[in-house]
């Protein structure tokens, strides 16, 4: 069954001190990473985009599976960007992986969806969940009927069923936020 995946990487970049998205990362970008390996595991790759949104979503534009989506309201935080995506999404299950973590591998989507269903599949390693998050329509509809402004994904999610699937190591943490972070993740 096709799943989709909603990549927000909306914001400013404000604690890196420049724009993270087109920031190299390997033989890539960290956003073009995230993407590529999204896309390698489902149907439809979902990037919202809002800071410099025109740029980014030409970096994708005609790449097949991938759709640009712009979140007008992305100064008021990453909820109102899921949300955005969220009303693009087409399939049963969806996931959200974060558009500053490279070091998700395409194994992670795979044990995520084999996992027991729950409206909510998370990674955890180290007693810390991580990304991507697999979800279900339910959670869908109830982010789309949540105010983008004061909607929260962990009061969503709390109301759902939710599975934790241990995670043999740290990729699913592993976001990169800051200068210091890329040098020493890189």
């Known amino acids: 069954m096709p799943?989709?995946?909603?990549?927000?990487?909306?914001?400013?970049?404000?604690?890196?001190?420049?724009?993270?998205?087109l920031l190299p990362f390997r033989e890539s970008t960290i956003i073009k990473t995230v993407v590529r390996v999204a896309a390698s595991a489902c149907?439809?790759?979902i990037v919202v985009v809002g800071y410099r949104g025109q740029e980014l979503a030409a970096v994708f534009d005609g790449q097949p599976g991938v759709i640009a989506v712009e979140n007008p309201d992305w100064e008021t935080g990453m909820f109102s960007s899921i949300r955005v995506g969220a009303g693009k999404v087409d399939t049963e299950r969806f996931f959200v992986a974060l558009g500053d973590m490279p070091f998700i591998r395409r194994e992670i989507y795979?044990?995520?969806?084999a996992a027991p269903p729950a409206n909510a599949v998370f990674p955890v390693f180290d007693g810390r969940k991580g990304h991507p998050v697999l979800l279900d329509r339910a959670v869908r509809d109830a982010v789309l009927a949540a105010d983008p402004r004061t909607g929260s994904m962990p009061g969503i999610i709390s109301r759902f069923s939710v599975r934790e699937l241990a995670w043999t190591d740290d990729s699913i943490l592993r976001d990169i936020d800051t200068p210091e972070q890329l040098d020493a993740l890189c």
């Open 110 to 113: 795979d044990a995520l969806l």
């Open 43 to 45: 149907a439809r790759v």
């Open 3 to 21: 799943v989709s995946c909603i990549v927000p990487a909306a914001g400013r970049s404000a604690r890196m001190g420049q724009w993270k998205p």
